[in-house]
């Protein structure tokens, strides 16, 4: 008696915790990441917002995937700020404006990471002279030579890493 008393036990028990409502699964998104540089190695990020609304129309155009106006991120400080490194002539590939990717400052796990980026635009003297450059030291021993020229047009973007060396989310 003692074991039908049981397996019935049992048996309620399972029927109990398969129709008790299951726990709400978190939902998964898929974002358009983009292809560039840090520290001389791929990485991979996601646009997510932008300060400026050209900016945010043309990434939103870029990923197929929209971009958030937020004009307040103008307005953060200077020191919680990275750096992205955008060409505007050059040679061809991926980046926003046509041109080669992008390359980042402070990749996650360095000092001076974050996902907020201060847009620096740069354009090559001679575009013909063009190479391929994948290190911010790189990009400003350039500048420093005379070969191209970095603006900053008060741009933020928030542009989070999703895949690096040595990380992933």
Sequence with gaps: MKKIVVLLLAALLVTLTACAPKAAERPKVELP????????KEIYFIHTEASDPAVAETLSNMMKSPVVLVPSLANVPDES???IYAFANG??????????ADVFDNPPGTDGYSPLRRLNVITWADPAA???LTDVNDVLAAEAAGELTI????????MPFVVWDGGQR
Excluded at 33 to 40: I, M, P
Excluded at 151 to 158: A, E, F, M, T
């Design 33 to 40: 990441a983009g292809k560039a540089w840090a520290d001389g």
């Design 81 to 83: 700020l990275a750096n």
């Design 91 to 100: 040679i061809e590939g991926s980046g926003p404006f046509g041109f080669q």
């Design 130 to 132: 063009a190479r391929v």
């Design 151 to 158: 603006k900053q047009p008060g741009v933020v973007i928030n």
